[in-house]
């Protein structure tokens, strides 16, 4: 099925591949993928590289592990998976840094998008979300992935919020590239509630149109993870 591909960006190469025949027909939604040994074989790759192309193409939400079964492409591909822009941003290296600036940049943009934008029926859903989130909290259930996804789902209904498919398209992709940097950041001494406090910080400051508190809050709540970056370089 697939040929057999040079040592360069080894796994971007072998999620092309693997992306490549999806577009092409030659794999279709709910088909198996041959096994790990056999892409190892076919493409002239390591497992590792295999491995890590497997793990993020599940990330993205088009393949799936069924344990004892083996990998699937998914019944269902989501459509950002073929943006080529949007594609390349998920699979070429990144530093922290770039990764920081282009989230500061989103996040500010689109609260700055929503400043007007906000009605009593968005605000209702948004504080009714973080309603559900701070009362699970305080009854001490769910694990932190729950935390990890409900702050996912926060960001996205921001993006909701702005009524802009551009925007909401974009900032799918930019936030499927934090999940693991969000649950660093929450697991840390009192992460959930600092990332309550936020949110919160965040809803206020779009309730009294604060246009000027926005940088600031922005990089306040990006600024525990900033800072492991930092100390970790």
């Known amino acids: 099925m697939f040929e057999r591909i040079d040592n360069e960006s080894v796994v971007s190469i072998v999620v092309n591949k693997i992306k490549t025949s999806i577009i092409k027909g030659e794999l279709l939604p709910g088909d198996k993928l041959p096994t790990e040994v056999e892409l190892i074989e076919q493409l002239g790759v390591g497992r590792n590289s295999v491995r890590e192309a497997v793990k993020m193409l599940t990330a993205l939400g088009v393949l799936e592990v069924k344990r004892g079964q083996g990998t699937y ?23 922290n840094k770039d990764l920081y600036e282009l989230r500061v940049m989103f996040d500010t943009m689109v609260l700055f998008n929503l400043m007007d934008k906000m009605t009593k029926l968005k605000f209702e859903k948004i504080y009714n979300l973080l309603a559900e989130v701070e009362d699970n909290f305080k009854k001490d259930v769910h694990t932190i992935d729950y935390y990890v996804q409900q702050d996912l789902e926060f960001h996205k209904l921001l993006m909701d919020f702005t009524e802009n498919a551009l925007i909401k398209q974009i900032g799918e992709v930019i936030i499927s590239l934090f999940p693991e940097y969000i649950k660093k950041s929450i697991s840390q001494e009192n992460g959930i509630k600092r990332s309550i406090e936020n949110h919160y910080g965040i809803v206020e400051l779009l309730k009294h149109k604060n246009k000027s508190g926005v940088n600031e809050l922005v990089e306040k709540t990006l600024r525990e993870w900033k800072l492991e970056w930092k100390s970790a370089d």
């Open 73 to 95: 492409v998914v019944k269902k591909v989501k459509p950002s998976f073929f943006n080529p822009l949007l594609f390349s941003l998920i699979i070429e290296p990144k530093s």
